[in-house]
């Protein structure tokens, strides 16, 4: 009996780690920092709920979290219970919205028909006494489908589109998490889809500068059109020089009228960007993120990036096709780090989210 039992414990545990892309669930975000986890066991425990299951199936990335709310309170024991909460003057409609959907949106949650970013979308609509939220599960609906459809044409692979890298315990862990957000929710709820993809743009441009044959700058002393000094850069200045124009133009993007207005992408955002795009292998951006080298002490950040470079360029990954922006992954995760000791914890929550 007690063969069959484990049995049957491990044939569950295999399938709820399956994961099918949802338009309420990317596949590619397991943190539950933000998530009551008593009320993720709960969830995980009830029972199946074939009305629940059905309206859950109905939701298609133009499902807005007001739809979701109207969506069950149709149901007869949720929309008495939330009158009930209504008849007391002292109760808020958030409060009775709380009270009423909470366990619902934590069995959407145990049941994959959320990933944790829906789901903290979805608690903030009436968790949070002040605050104005400006995101919205459409918005974030949409973003999941359109990046699927970015990630599978670069990486001609859908097997491949799993839990992302920057949502691992060991990268926030090392990196900083910003504040209750991780670095791919932080992207993705302060971007819309325009600005993720100029990122990609931004991180294909950048390689181009770093694997340029020959860099440096040159001198026209009278103005003759002619060139009459040129410096040519050694690699750990190119490394320096490229890196700064990267910062320049980040900069410069984040002015009043430019892609970026007012908000202005770090490292972080360029990482997800590009991991969410395809435009990087999820294999080999995890083995760099494993790598000692990353995190040592006194070590110029050119000879990180040697390091794990030649490190990283030994394995398998290095023959693997469809591996992109493979140069400089370790650039931007050097730079990251140095970015990430600047502005941890700096980040404010979901209230300055914007869509």
Same mark, same amino acid.
Request: glycine share 4%; aromatic share 12%; hydrophobic share 35%.
């Given at each position: 009996?007690?063969?069959?039992?484990?049995?049957?414990?491990?044939?569950?545990?295999?399938?709820?780690?399956?994961?099918?892309?949802?338009?309420?669930?990317?596949?590619?975000?397991?943190?539950?920092?933000?998530?009551?986890?008593?009320?993720?066991?709960?969830?995980?425990?009830?029972?199946?709920?074939?009305?629940?299951?059905?309206?859950?199936?109905?939701?298609?990335?133009?499902?807005?979290?007001?739809?979701?709310?109207?969506?069950?309170?149709?149901?007869? @024991?949720?929309? @008495?219970?939330?009158?009930?909460?209504?008849?007391? !003057?002292?109760?808020?409609?958030? =409060?009775?919205?709380?009270?009423? *959907?909470?366990? /619902?949106?934590?069995?959407?949650?145990?049941?994959?028909?959320?990933?944790?970013? #829906?789901?903290?979308?979805? +608690?903030?609509?009436?968790?949070?006494? @002040? %605050?104005?939220?400006? $995101?919205? +599960?459409?918005?974030?609906?949409?973003?999941?489908?359109?990046?699927?459809?970015?990630?599978?044409?670069?990486?001609?692979?859908?097997?491949?589109?799993?839990?992302?890298? *920057?949502?691992?315990?060991?990268?926030?862990?090392?990196? $900083?998490?910003?504040?209750? +957000?991780?670095?791919?929710?932080?992207? +993705?709820?302060?971007?819309?889809?325009?600005?993720?993809?100029?990122? $990609?743009? /931004?991180?294909?441009?950048?390689?181009?500068?770093?694997?340029?044959?020959?860099? %440096?700058?040159?001198?026209?002393?009278?103005?003759?059109?002619?060139?009459?000094?040129? =410096? /040519?850069?050694?690699?750990?200045?190119? =490394?320096?020089?490229?890196?700064?124009?990267?910062?320049?133009?980040?900069?410069?993007?984040?002015?009043?009228?430019?892609?970026?207005? %007012?908000?202005?992408?770090?490292?972080?955002?360029?990482?997800?960007?590009?991991?969410?795009?395809?435009?990087? &292998?999820?294999?080999?951006? #995890?083995?760099?993120?494993?790598?000692?080298?990353?995190?040592?002490?006194?070590?110029? !950040?050119?000879?990180?990036?040697?390091?794990?470079?030649?490190?990283?360029?030994?394995?398998? #990954?290095? #023959?693997? !096709? $469809?591996? &992109?922006?493979?140069? /400089?992954? !370790?650039?931007?995760?050097?730079?990251?780090?140095?970015?990430? @000791?600047?502005?941890?914890?700096?980040?404010?929550?979901?209230?300055?989210?914007?869509?």
């Amino acid at each position: 009996m007690k063969i069959i039992f484990s049995l049957i414990f491990i044939l569950n545990v295999a399938l709820s780690n399956d994961c099918f892309i949802k338009p309420l669930n990317s596949c590619r975000d397991g943190y539950t920092k933000n998530l009551s986890k008593s009320q993720i066991r709960k969830a995980q425990r009830s029972k199946e709920n074939s009305i629940y299951n059905s309206i859950f199936n109905s939701f298609t990335s133009k499902t807005t979290h007001q739809d979701f709310i109207n969506s069950f309170l149709k149901i007869e @024991k949720i929309n @008495k219970q939330y009158n009930r909460c209504k008849l007391n !003057p002292d109760n808020s409609d958030k =409060y009775c919205l709380r009270l009423s *959907l909470q366990k /619902i949106i934590y069995y959407g949650y145990s049941r994959k028909y959320l990933d944790a970013t #829906a789901t903290m979308i979805l +608690l903030s609509k009436f968790t949070y006494k @002040k %605050g104005k939220y400006s $995101g919205g +599960l459409d918005s974030y609906a949409s973003k999941i489908h359109l990046l699927q459809k970015s990630y599978t044409k670069n990486q001609k692979d859908t097997t491949n589109y799993s839990l992302s890298p *920057l949502s691992d315990k060991k990268y926030l862990k090392s990196f $900083g998490k910003l504040k209750k +957000l991780t670095p791919r929710q932080s992207t +993705l709820l302060r971007y819309n889809y325009s600005q993720i993809k100029f990122m $990609g743009k /931004i991180m294909q441009d950048f390689e181009q500068r770093v694997l340029a044959i020959n860099s %440096g700058v040159f001198f026209d002393f009278d103005g003759d059109g002619k060139q009459d000094e040129t =410096y /040519i850069f050694d690699e750990a200045e190119k =490394y320096r020089l490229s890196v700064k124009l990267l910062k320049l133009e980040l900069e410069k993007k984040s002015h009043t009228g430019e892609v970026f207005e %007012g908000n202005k992408p770090d490292f972080h955002d360029l990482l997800v960007a590009s991991s969410e795009l395809g435009l990087i &292998n999820n294999e080999a951006l #995890a083995q760099m993120i494993e790598m000692p080298y990353l995190y040592e002490q006194k070590v110029s !950040p050119w000879i990180k990036v040697g390091n794990i470079t030649w490190e990283i360029g030994k394995s398998i #990954a290095m #023959a693997m !096709p $469809g591996i &992109n922006l493979f140069a /400089i992954i !370790p650039i931007v995760l050097v730079e990251s780090i140095k970015s990430s @000791k600047d502005k941890k914890n700096e980040t404010s929550d979901l209230h300055i989210i914007t869509f």
